[in-house]
């Protein structure tokens, strides 16, 4: 049987969000198999899936793998990880691997979003990030296409055909919401509505963005990213291009196979774990 040295061995990294779980496989550079998929009311079961769906893409299985980390909120609903590492450590790190020199990522998910600043040498200078209110995250942005009567994937494209956005002035997602019913209510076009729902949540990330300092080049992840109506909405409002790669709910688990890498080397030259 051929030797594997221990460095070269697969490697996986999992992102357990509060919407949606996943996991890359990683050997060296290559990808070998990769997932994603709802986290539902269960993230400890949404683990198990995530793990076992790019395992079986990759053709590998649990034993395989020299490292395991998990990441994500749900992060301590993943038993079988090795380690387990903050999202801001791993956003930046998956980041840094799509976009080398990144100096800013801009991650917007279900429940929380955050800009994270890098220096140059791609360490973590300083970040903020918004967990207590649903403005400004896709929860925002899903309650508002119910309230529209339009699919969440529709948002984007209908918000960049208005010429311009209605202003909302509610900053809460649920007087947001009462709002956006009585616009509809005094017969203004949705597409308008969703626009200026799009630049209120440019608006909030923008706040954030000032307090850590925007440094360019800047990378979008987390399902947000998918929304080309809120990249559009942030370029125009930061006054910067922004880089959205093809998957970017994918960054933070890439991240954390990045990371798995990096510590099952080290522990396989005989260096011990590390705390992050
Ligand atoms: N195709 C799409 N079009 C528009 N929006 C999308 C699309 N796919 C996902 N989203 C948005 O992305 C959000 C989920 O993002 P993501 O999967 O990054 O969240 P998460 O990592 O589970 O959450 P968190 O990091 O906050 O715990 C949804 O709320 C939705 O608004
Ligand atoms: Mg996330």
């Known amino acids: ?39 539902g009311a269960d993230p400890r079961r949404a683990a198990e899936r995530s793990l076992e769906a790019a395992l079986e893409k990759a053709g590998l ?17 993943a038993p079988r ?19 080398p020199g990144v100096g800013t990522v801009i991650d917007i998910g279900g429940q929380d979003s955050k800009v994270i600043r890098l220096d140059p040498s791609g360490r973590v200078a300083d970040f903020v990030m918004n967990d207590r209110c649903a403005a400004g995250t ?8 119910r309230a529209l009567e339009v699919p969440l994937e529709e948002l984007g494209s209908l918000g960049l055909s208005a010429p311009r956005g209605l202003p909302i002035s509610s900053l809460c997602t649920v007087f947001a919401e009462s709002e956006v019913v009585s616009l509809l209510a005094q017969g203004h076009p949705r597409p308008e509505i969703i626009r ?31 929304n080309r109506g809120v990249v559009e909405a942030l370029k125009a409002r930061l006054r910067v291009d922004i880089a959205v790669p093809p998957e970017p709910q994918m960054v933070g688990a890439l991240g954390a196979a990045l990371l798995a890498a990096e510590m099952a080397e080290e522990r396989g030259s005989g260096g011990g774990g590390r705390t992050r």
């Not at 387990?84 to 799509?98: F, N």
């Not at 896709?138 to 296409?145: H, K, Q």
């Open 81 to 99: 990880a090795d380690e387990r590492v903050t999202e801001i450590t791993c956003h930046a790190r998956g980041a840094r691997r799509l976009l």
């Open 138 to 145: 896709g929860r925002f942005l899903e309650v508002m296409a």
């Open 196 to 226: 200026g729902l799009h630049e209120s949540i440019a608006q909030r990330i923008q706040g954030m963005a000032e307090r850590v300092g925007l440094a360019p080049p800047v990378l979008m992840s987390g399902g947000v990213a998918n």
């Open 61 to 77: 299985c649990r034993s395989h793998l020299a490292m395991l980390v998990a990441t994500g909120y749900g992060r301590v609903s």
């Open 1 to 39: 049987m051929r030797h594997v040295a221990a460095q070269t061995r697969p490697v996986a990294g999992m992102d357990i969000g509060s919407l949606s779980t996943e996991t890359v496989v990683l050997q060296g550079d290559r990808v070998l198999g990769s997932s994603l998929l709802p986290t």
